[in-house]
């Protein structure tokens, strides 16, 4: 093992859980091999970390924003003392490259620190011209304790994202990583209670049903903060709505990209492959997994693409050389093949790389798998409509604009969308038609902390990432209105 045995940390406290049972994590990148293990911990546990919440809300609360966002910028400075072992911790539990995945991570885990940390002033209120006779003013008022759930595939990214956005807000957390990829989350957890007085961040590991549900049910939690799949998402919020509690969701996503003619250029080609996240095996919830390729450059763009796939190096996460790791576990390794199944059977559709992937050899070791290409495929198509969740690409020719644009906003997810083309009015026109949260002009790059970010249709619900994410997600307002003739 690795890492070892992680405790689950509550009220500033390292515990075990009640049970005493703990949960295995493998190592995707070498089967069966375990990296470590952490507390099974169950609504007994979750309840003793939400009552510590309650209790530091208290006095978290009362400090002045711009102190605590002393603390933000100093978790975020201790952060960056620490990234090279965050980043291995991360590679070896989700199987992400860490040359190209979990160190860029594990920096941008600091940075959202700072950023909260700096504009933490900011949390401020308004005042309201009702006359000279009354002074009516808002406050930006924090909710309470936070549930926040997340999922393994940017662990700690997403971790430190609901902890920075909940803490600076003056709200306390109870945050619940992936039974897949807890350990970097409580690496960050140990750095940030550290800084932190007790009880303001809990952590508590465990499987989504026995400690995930309690902590959406809970009832002193007073906000919801949920990343993952669509389906669990409805369950957050059918939790939610039990007791009328704000909730944000970011779930999945089956983002398009659109590749006019004047676009069809090797930097058009690595944007596209970037975008499509083929450097974390496509397990990204922005992943442009649908191509929507002009047919006059459909065959030179592809050939171009399939080149450059077939230059990647897959294999060891830790490996500085390598491009592109491990799928996280069995359940998605098999899930992916499913699909790439499926689409090796639908009449018409051309499997122009990877594929499945061989049972012997070294890949064989661990959930690896080359970089899929379909073309020829139709948008209605379940590879093209559901989100797979692995490195499967579907290319889809057209001919009109419109029809691009129809094409790409057939779909219940608006997460993502990317455009490429050198005709920038053409690909201002484009984005404002595209039914996306987030739409990125000639590059396919992550989200930046001050970027409000979240889903359209079944992609989400509410906007996090930013200072007005922050206020619209994490604070409630309250209207302060006074008789000055009294
Ligand atoms: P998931 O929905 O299966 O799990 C997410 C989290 O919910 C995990 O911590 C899990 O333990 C917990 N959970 C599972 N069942 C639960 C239940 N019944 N009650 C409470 N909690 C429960 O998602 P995943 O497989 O971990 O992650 C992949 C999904 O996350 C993809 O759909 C992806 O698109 C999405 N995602 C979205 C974003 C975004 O910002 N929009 C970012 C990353 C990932």
């Known amino acids: 093992m690795e890492v070892g045995r992680r405790l689950m940390l509550i009220n500033g406290q390292w515990v075990e859980g009640r049970s005493g049972e703990f949960l295995a994590v493998e190592n995707p990148a070498r089967k069966g091999s375990i990296v470590g293990e952490v507390p099974r911990g169950k609504e007994m546990d979750v309840d003793d970390a939400v009552s510590s ?32 072992e965050i980043a291995r911790i991360t590679a070896l539990e989700t199987g992400n490259a860490i040359r190209t995945q979990s160190r860029p991570e594990a920096m941008l885990t600091a940075d959202i620190f700072r950023y909260f940390g700096g504009v933490a002033s900011e949390i401020k209120g308004e005042t309201v011209p009702l006359g000279e006779n009354l002074l009516s003013y808002s406050r930006r008022e924090p909710i309470g304790v936070v549930g926040g759930i997340v999922p393994w595939n940017s662990p700690v990214g997403l971790a430190a994202l609901k902890i920075a956005m909940s803490i600076t807000a003056g709200n306390t957390l109870v945050l619940k990583p992936s039974s897949e990829a807890p350990l970097a989350v409580l690496e960050v957890a140990r750095i940030c209670s550290e800084c932190l007085p007790p009880g303001v961040l809990n952590v508590v590991t465990g499987t989504g049903l026995e400690c995930g549900l309690p902590l959406a049910r809970h009832p002193l939690v007073k906000k919801l903060t949920f990343t993952g799949s ?46 499509m996240r083929f450097t974390r095996q496509g397990q990204s919830c922005t992943a442009g997994s649908r191509l929507f390729l002009h047919e006059s450059i459909y065959d030179s763009f592809l050939e171009k693409l399939v080149n450059k796939l077939k230059s990647l190096k897959i294999g060891d996460p830790l490996d500085e050389s390598t491009d592109i790791g491990a799928l996280i576990n069995r359940t998605q390794f098999e899930k992916v093949c499913s699909f790439v199944e499926e689409g090796m059977r639908q009449k018409g559709a051309r499997l122009l790389t990877g594929g499945i992937p061989p049972k012997e050899g070294p890949l064989s070791q661990g959930y690896f798998m080359e970089p899929t290409v379909f073309s020829n495929a139709r948008n209605d198509w379940r590879i093209a409509q559901e989100e797979i969740f692995g490195p499967v690409l579907v290319a889809i020719p057209w001919k009109e604009e419109e029809e691009a644009i129809r094409m790409a906003n057939e779909s219940h997810y608006g997460l993502a969308a990317f455009i490429w083309t050198h005709d920038i009015g053409k690909a201002l026109r484009t984005a404002h038609r595209i039914e996306s949260g987030w739409v990125q002009i000639n590059q396919g790059v992550g989200i930046v902390p001050g970027q409000s970010y979240g889903g359209f249709k079944q992609s989400g619900l509410g906007r996090e990432y930013s200072l007005e994410g922050m206020l619209e997600s994490f604070t409630q307002r309250k209207s302060i209105t006074i008789n000055l003739q009294f």
């Open 53 to 84: 919440a309650a209790k530091a809300f208290e006095s978290w609360r009362q400090i002045r924003p711009r102190e605590r966002g002393k603390f933000m910028i100093q978790i975020g400075e201790a952060i960056e003392t620490k990234t090279n």
């Open 230 to 275: 669509y389906e669990i998402g409805r369950t957050i919020m059918e939790a939610a709505a039990e007791r009328i509690v704000p909730i944000t969701l970011e779930l999945g996503g089956k983002s398009p990209q659109i590749v006019f003619p004047d676009a069809d250029e090797p930097q058009g080609v690595e944007g596209v492959l970037l975008a």
